[in-house]
């Protein structure tokens, strides 16, 4: 295991916010999203091996999530809204098959 | 035993077979997966009713291994009448399964976009469901070009 955990993106369309303010998230994180349908050349078929779960947590408090299947492209993509109620940390989580998990973080000021 | 096929006969039996196949893609649209079981789990067996849910999908998709997908449900998002669950499923996959996203009151608003694969030509259909328990639903066609399921 040399590949370090893939760096996720993230990107929220505001870092200042009125409570009450629709907050849009953007994310991206690099995954193979292997299917388990497909074959190598050998005609053995790979091993499925993807992100089962998104989960984005505001102060600890779950306001968005997503179980995906192996028809989510390559290099999920996720975009998304919430309501900002209070100030804090912005927690994105995507949990791997193997029970691994990739977390994003970035904050929001609710004034 | 021989079997001498005329050309008349022939060219009278590749038409049949032509006529065959096209009458076979004319038929009724069934689901060729288990989208109808995944549904059907997901509803609890009741029919959704067609509206409130908006999916948004290219009618031409050129690379079915990254098509763009995008839904949004139409709901006040309060503690009293908001949208828990969505359900996505494409019926022309291996597999009917696509994604199923979960909101709260503090979504805000029950919508999101990702990216998905679709193997084939097919139909994509996103079923919603209120803490009410009423079920509402989109379905959307999409035309492959690329399928996004090739080794």
């Known amino acids: 295991m040399s590949t370090p955990a893939p760096r996720p993106r993230i990107r929220l369309d505001k870092k200042d916010a009125k409570k009450g303010d629709l907050v849009e998230v953007k994310a991206l994180v690099s995954h193979i999203m292997e299917s388990g349908q497909r074959k190598d050349k050998d005609g053995n078929l790979i091993p499925r091996k993807i992100i089962n779960k998104f989960t984005c947590e505001v102060n600890g408090k779950v306001v968005f999530a997503c179980d995906l299947e192996p028809a989510v492209s390559a290099n999920p993509y996720m975009q998304f809204k919430f309501r900002a109620e209070e100030s804090g940390k912005v927690v994105l989580t995507w949990i791997d098959d193997d029970g691994s998990k990739i977390v994003g973080e970035d904050q929001i000021t609710v004034s | ?134 079920l509402f639903m989109d379905t959307r066609q999409v035309k492959v070009t690329i399928g996004g399921c090739g080794g």
């Open chain 2, 1 to 134: 035993m021989t079997m001498t096929v005329s050309r008349r006969e022939a060219l009278a039996l590749s038409a049949g077979a032509v006529a065959v196949l096209a009458f076979g893609s004319a038929g009724p649209a069934f689901a060729k997966n288990d989208s109808d079981d995944l549904i059907k789990a997901f509803t609890g067996g009741k029919t959704p009713t067609k509206g409130k849910v908006r999916l948004d999908l290219p009618d031409i998709a050129e690379n079915g291994n990254t098509v763009p997908l995008a839904f949004s449900v139409e709901s006040p998002m309060t503690d009293a009448s908001h949208v828990t669950d969505v359900l996505i499923v494409a019926d022309g996959n291996p597999r009917a399964g696509v994604a199923t996203f979960h909101f709260s009151p503090r979504s805000g608003v029950a919508e999101a976009a990702t990216r998905i694969r679709l193997a084939e030509t097919q139909n994509v259909i996103a079923v919603a469901k209120m803490n009410d328990g009423s």
